[in-house]
């Protein structure tokens, strides 16, 4: 739509050439991309962003256009996944200008998914809209069923918004993965019930470690579970068998049993999973994070600014790739340390 130069297929299998891959120095291949599309949100959750939060002026967003022609750069060097963040992806105007603009490279074969990670609190707007454009399944964060608590993580939303918005996803025939961030003395309590609710619905649930990212670090460290702990007090009521199922993610999953469902479990703090790490992240300001815990990034504005052509872009994202780090530091935190960075949740994209 956007830029119709890029829309040639490469070939019936519509894979980079090897030559064209990206390929860090400790030879993982860049096969995935988490793209926020907005900082902005309309929940407030205390582990992603402060209640009083500072948002990029609209200058210094990248252009919907710009947010296109990056993508088909990335998909360009072989990626074959996209996940849209934010931020909340869904308040992003206009925003399903771009995935129909996207859902191009999956009809060519060059992208095998675009997807997205929503608080659900828009999906009954535009979970249709998202199927039609080739979205076949979306992460929904959602972190509790009391609306109590749902209102005291998310500091204001609407729980029975989030549950009409997932009953949209279902009438679509979107794929449902619940993604809950497991907070010691909030919801860890709740882990069975999610479980029971969330197969019970055919969704598979994933809980997360929470992450020190951000200015409240210490918070961040009094509020984590290992999540170790709360899997054995799921295998107390549940029979748990390791699964080979895999989602091109981070998470590690278990069947459970008795209800047919999948659990995952995302441990960026007591395992990490850096050395099979085939991702990065880009802010919708356009700077690239080759690592969620590390501070070091680099500007793709610019390149995307200073030419029309694709050339500079391809090229400081290949140079970009050789600096990915091995791995994150939040052994550190586990340790007693502070994270290395300050940059919060919100601000690097889910």
């Not at 400790?26 to 949100?41: E, N, Q």
């Not at 088909?72 to 206009?94: H, Q, W």
């Not at 972190?143 to 949209?168: N, Q």
Request: aromatic share 4%; with cysteine.
């Amino acid at each position: 739509m956007f830029l119709p130069g890029l829309d040639a297929p490469r070939g019936s299998a519509g894979a980079a050439p090897v030559a064209q891959r990206m390929v860090d120095s400790f030879g993982r291949a860049i096969s995935y991309l988490r793209l926020s599309v907005t900082d902005r949100c309309d929940c407030r959750c205390v582990y992603c962003m402060p209640e009083r939060m500072s948002f990029l002026p609209r200058r210094d967003l990248l252009s919907l256009e710009e947010l296109d022609r990056l993508c088909s750069a990335f998909v360009e060097l072989g990626v074959r996944k996209i996940r849209l963040t934010g931020g909340e992806p869904l308040v992003r105007r206009d925003v399903m200008t771009l995935v129909r603009s996207l859902s191009r490279h999956l009809a060519r074969g060059a992208l095998d998914e675009l997807t997205l990670t929503t608080n659900g609190s828009q999906l009954s707007r535009f979970a249709a809209d998202l199927a039609a454009s080739g979205v076949k399944r979306i992460n929904v964060s959602l972190d509790t069923l009391d609306p109590e608590t749902f209102r005291t993580i998310s500091r204001r939303g609407d729980l029975a918004k989030v549950l009409a918005g997932l009953d949209a996803a279902d009438r679509a025939g979107l794929r449902i993965k619940i993604n809950t961030v497991a907070l010691r003395g909030v919801n860890e309590g709740e882990a069975p019930a999610l479980v029971e609710w969330a197969h019970g619905r055919g969704y598979d649930l994933t809980f997360i470690e929470v992450m020190p990212l951000g200015g409240a670090q210490r918070e961040r460290q009094d509020q984590h579970i290992p999540l170790t702990q709360l899997r054995a007090s799921l295998a107390e009521r549940f029979t748990l068998t390791p699964s080979t199922h895999r989602s091109g993610g981070p998470a590690r999953y278990c069947d459970v049993e008795e209800t047919g469902g999948r659990v995952g479990f995302i441990t960026p703090l007591t395992h990490s999973f850096c050395d099979a790490c085939n991702r990065v992240r880009v802010t919708c300001s356009g700077k690239l994070y080759l690592c969620l815990g590390r501070e070091d990034g680099v500007d793709l504005r610019e390149p995307l600014r200073r030419s029309p052509r694709q050339d500079l872009l391809t090229d400081t994202l290949q140079a970009a790739i050789a600096r990915k780090p091995a791995g994150h530091d939040f052994v550190a935190v586990r340790r007693g340390g502070l994270s290395s960075t300050e940059r919060g949740m919100s601000v690097t994209g889910g």
